[in-house]
């Protein structure tokens, strides 16, 4: 049974720091293309980064150069560091595989206040 359980999200201000973290069980994820993505409220969910089997890391051109994706093999842990974060950063922040996933966790909310 697979199960994603992603954590490190609550209330932070405009320009701070937040690191998210997605502890995957049932699954090796060093194998497999793990992302991050995240839906704003009245909004689609988005991909906000990935890493493949590789380590090769893609990022949504709202993000690219303040969230730094990552992932701990050995813990089977997927990692999202966000800097410089703004309100429309504002999300509930997902983990899981490229579309169509069936797994998916509970997220975890981000909010920045301005």
């Known amino acids: 049974q697979v199960r994603l359980v992603e954590s490190g999200g609550g209330l932070v201000q405009a320009g701070g720091s937040l690191r998210l973290s997605c502890t995957v069980s049932?699954?090796?994820?060093?194998?497999?293309?793990m992302g991050w993505y995240r839906q704003a409220p009245g909004k689609q969910r988005e991909l906000v980064a990935y890493?493949?089997?590789?380590?090769?890391?893609g990022y949504a051109d709202s993000v690219k150069g303040r969230f730094s994706i990552s992932r701990d093999n050995a813990k089977n842990t997927v990692y999202l560091q966000m800097n410089s974060l703004k309100p429309d950063d504002t999300a509930v922040y997902f983990c899981?595989?490229?579309?169509?996933?069936?797994?998916w966790g509970q997220g975890t909310q981000v909010t920045v206040s301005s």
């Open positions: 899981s595989f490229p579309p169509p996933s069936p797994y």
């Open positions: 049932g699954i090796i994820i060093s194998i497999n293309t």
């Open positions: 890493i493949n089997s590789g380590g090769s890391t």
